[in-house]
């Protein structure tokens, strides 16, 4: 009878450890699947673990081209909201407004278009390089 309540008393304890540790391993899944995807280090802060990255080098201003590519495309290749499109002379009929129009109107937004365009970060020179680029493009 001894052997038999000893076994029993082992197999309790078997069940009893095994429930322990599969609550554990319940627990640290939940904590995996539930983790930060991510962190936000801000510059400056050395407590990030390590070297924050440098901010991006200006390397001067972008050309009329390379804005329009980046920024003015996405509405002036096809005319969205009734945007000028890029190669027709509708740039012509606006070319002759003159240029410092041309640029407070970017600036502010006119219609559909915000205050810049989608090209929040651009300079007013830059804006009006973009412009020259699409007033160039008049068929």
């Known amino acids: 009878m001894k052997k038999i309540t000893s076994a029993l008393v082992a197999l309790g304890l078997g069940v009893a450890l095994s429930a322990s540790v599969q609550a554990t391993?319940?627990?640290e899944a939940v904590v995996e699947r539930i983790k930060a995807v991510g962190s936000v280090c801000i510059e400056g802060d050395d407590s990030?673990?390590?070297a924050a990255a440098a901010p991006a080098a200006a390397s001067g201003p972008r050309s009329g081209a390379d804005v329009y590519t980046a920024k003015?495309?996405?509405c002036h290749a096809v005319g969205?909201?009734?945007a000028p499109k890029f190669g027709t002379s509708e740039w012509t009929d606006r070319a002759a407004k003159?240029?410092?129009s041309l640029l407070a109107t970017a600036i502010s937004g006119v219609g559909a278009m915000p205050?810049?365009?989608?090209c929040a970060d651009c300079?007013?020179?830059?804006l009006q390089g973009a412009i020259q680029h699409?007033?160039?493009s008049a068929k």
């Open 115 to 118: 205050p810049k365009g989608l």
């Open 72 to 74: 003015c495309a996405s």
């Open 123 to 126: 300079s007013d020179d830059e």
């Open 80 to 82: 969205v909201a009734g």
């Open 48 to 50: 990030c673990g390590g």
């Open 134 to 136: 699409m007033i160039d």
């Open 25 to 27: 391993s319940n627990d």
């Open 98 to 100: 003159g240029m410092d």
